[in-house]
T-cell receptor, first 118, second 115 residues
């Protein structure tokens, strides 16, 4: 149980375009979803936290107008990178926490999305 | 105070040996300590986790040792195998928070198990 999927697994886009990444909890309801960014050989950097039906809370230094997060349902959150530039190229990972029991404090991670901006 | 310090940065172990990764934290409000395993190009996977009311937790070849007074916890991988070669992250959170608990991650340890 507690499976999280991401789509796409990798994407290449041209500079200036926007790209949307989906994160889904497949077998549980996720009240909270987290979005991380990871550069090679580095730890995970939390970008934002989103609760279903609420606006996302962004970490300091993360541009909310550039990284649009929508958590429209208990199973789906999306991250849209707007006007992408080469420096946005990274590995984006989502995670989800559930509604009760151990699911409420454990985070289950998706497989990640490799974004390359040319 | 929110940091979690992890060491070593990299570790090379022979097959069959014991791999030990250490983490230290400052915030005494942390009460949930998971370890994640990450393979290249993949998302982290929850490996094992512990709460501070126990000093040790074992699951198969993986053991977490927890020292509350020292604010340290460690991951021991017994009989290490080449398939264990991955990056390991320790983390900490305050599980009493509602609506999902933010994880504070260590810097990661790249483990290589030689055949």
């Amino acid at each position: 149980g507690a499976v999280v999927s991401q789509h796409p697994s990798w994407v290449i886009c041209k500079s200036g375009t926007s790209v949307k990444i989906e994160c889904r909890s497949l077998d549980f309801q996720a009240t909270t979803m987290f979005w991380y960014r990871q550069f090679p050989k580095q730890s995970l950097m939390l970008m934002a936290t989103s609760n279903e039906g609420s606006k996302a809370t962004y970490e300091q230094g993360v541009e909310k107008d550039k990284f649009l997060i929508n958590h429209a349902s208990l199973t789906l959150s999306t991250l849209t990178v707007t006007s992408a530039h080469p420096e946005d190229s990274s590995f984006y990972i989502c995670s989800a926490s559930g509604t009760s029991g151990y699911l409420s404090y454990e985070q289950y991670f998706g497989p990640g999305t490799r974004l390359t901006v040319t | 105070q929110q940091q979690v310090k992890q060491s070593p940065q990299s570790l090379i172990v022979q097959k069959g040996g014991i791999s030990i990764i250490n983490c230290a934290y400052e915030n005494t409000a942390f009460d949930y300590f998971p370890w994640y395993q990450q393979f290249p190009g993949k998302g982290p996977a929850l490996l094992i986790a512990i709460r501070p009311d126990v000093s040790e937790k074992k699951e198969g070849r993986f053991t977490i040792s927890f020292n509350k007074s020292a604010k340290q916890f460690s991951l021991h991988i017994m009989d290490s195998q080449p398939g264990d070669s991955a990056t390991y992250f320790c983390a900490a959170s305050m599980s009493w928070r509602t609506s999902g608990s933010r994880l504070t991650f260590g810097e990661g340890t790249q483990l290589t198990v030689n055949p």
